[in-house]
């Protein structure tokens, strides 16, 4: 008998804690972080010693990495996009084109920017759909930034190729998927800039961070002038070519950048551990009919911190979920009645009311901007379809081949339910 009707819950230990990353820290973050204080250096373009920072340690590791030539410590995934974004030389005037399916800030980057975020649907891998993005490219069209979310790696073969075909930039989110690869190649080196975060629900954390990872010369020093109002003033030697312009201020403290470093020397026995995890749970369930698993474009390449599948109605999904809590997994449907999830476009309030930071600071009325997008609360119904019907379970490093074995016990008990 399910426990929603009485009977006994297949667990009631509980399950993984909610942080990946923070569930890490031990000796090697005490060390790294202490070094700094010890060194009494907080700010990483110090003096003469700019190339021996903390900082430039971090930059150093993502370069290797991802194989790319630059990477770039910021202060979070957002300014990471923001810095890449203007390094690419995207502007008022232009459009980029996102998922339906992201968080909030990376339509939010495009519009401080001054750009226009153009939303297209995402498919049954709940990564951005490579048909709706061919879709949505027309004359204003200049960046596309395909979103690995919750660890899954998009359709990069597709994506590159439409993007190639009409020119456009291609600017990889990879704040969810640190770790992550599609075809043996690691996340974030595909697109002309990759875009990390290192923010506690991440991966890896260094409190608040990010990084821009790029092969390109120019993207990176644009994007470095951009992260700081006075780079050319600390003694970096690599921006003689490209006239400076005003930036911001998104330097990564060495705090940050000497936590971010001892977290992410251990992405790769995090994402092992998951691997096993996930491929664990769903070698025990793959084979009930009436659910489907999420499609994942390489399996190999997906950070696996997630478990999705999706039910053959909404109702379904909703009873499913309910039941499955009940036996003691915790889990949620994506699209639902409760909280505005911002990782949905019908939550990005701003965006669907063309709202900018003050009447005359607005993309969408800016004189530049000859296009005509519009936007709704259907405009994308597949995708809220699919993150309806979807049951989402949150995967941990530190989960026992026994939890496995419960959560494989759980959903077989309640889809047997469903047939
Ligand atoms: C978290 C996140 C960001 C923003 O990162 P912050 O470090 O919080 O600024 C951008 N895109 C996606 C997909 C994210 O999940």
Not at 35 to 63: G, M, N, P, Q, T
Not at 138 to 154: L, S, Y
Not at 208 to 232: C, K, P, Q, W
Request: hydrophobic residues 40%; charged residues 20%.
């Amino acid at each position: 008998m399910l426990a929603v009707q009485g009977g006994a819950p297949v667990r009631t230990r509980p399950w993984a804690p909610e942080f990946i990353s923070s569930e890490e820290f031990d000796d090697l973050e005490k060390e790294y972080v202490l070094r700094v204080l010890d060194k009494k250096r907080v700010f990483r373009f110090y003096e003469e010693d700019i190339y021996h920072s903390e900082s430039s340690r971090l930059e150093a590791l993502y370069c290797r990495r991802t194989g790319c030539k630059h990477a770039l410590a910021v202060n979070s995934g957002t300014s990471a996009l923001v810095s890449a974004l203007i390094g690419a030389g995207i502007g008022p005037g232009d459009e980029v084109i996102i998922p339906a399916y992201t968080y909030i800030a990376t339509a939010s980057a495009v519009l401080i920017a001054r750009a226009v975020p153009v939303i297209v649907e995402v498919d049954d891998t709940l990564t951005m759909d490579p048909k709706a993005f061919e879709l949505a490219v027309n004359e204003h069209t200049k960046a596309v930034i395909p979103v690995h979310m919750k660890g899954v790696p998009c359709q990069m073969e597709e994506i590159l190729d439409i993007a190639q075909r009409h020119n456009l930039i291609v600017i990889e989110d990879v704040a969810q998927a640190n770790g992550g690869s599609y075809r043996g190649k690691p996340l974030g080196s595909f697109g002309h800039a990759g875009c990390f975060s290192f923010q506690q629900y991440k991966v890896v954390t260094s409190g608040e961070g990010g990084m821009v990872t790029t092969n390109d010369d120019n993207i990176y020093t644009r994007a470095s002038i951009y992260h700081d109002s006075a780079l050319s003033y600390w003694g970096t030697k690599m921006f003689e070519n490209v006239p400076s312009f005003p930036g911001e201020n998104y330097r990564m403290s060495e705090l940050n950048a000497a936590l971010g470093l001892a977290q992410s020397q251990k992405i790769d026995s995090i994402v092992s551990k998951l691997h096993q995890i996930k491929k664990a749970i769903v070698n025990g369930i793959k084979t009930i009919p009436n659910i489907q698993l999420q499609r994942i474009p390489d399996c190999d390449g997906d950070v696996s911190y997630s478990l999705i599948f999706y039910l053959t109605t909404a109702e379904q999904a909703k009873s499913f979920s309910d039941y499955l809590n009940a036996e003691g997994i915790p889990n949620g449907t994506i699209y639902n009645n409760g909280i505005a999830d911002r990782h949905i476009y019908v939550n990005w309030d701003y965006v669907l009311e063309k709202r900018g930071a003050s009447l005359h600071d607005n993309p969408w009325t800016c004189e530049s901007y000859k296009g005509n997008v519009q936007y709704s609360k259907d405009m994308c119904p597949n995708t809220l379809d699919l993150l309806a019907r979807s049951i989402s379970i949150p995967l941990h490093q530190n989960l026992t081949l026994e939890d496995c074995q419960d959560a494989i016990a759980a959903i077989n008990k309640v889809a047997e339910f469903f047939e």
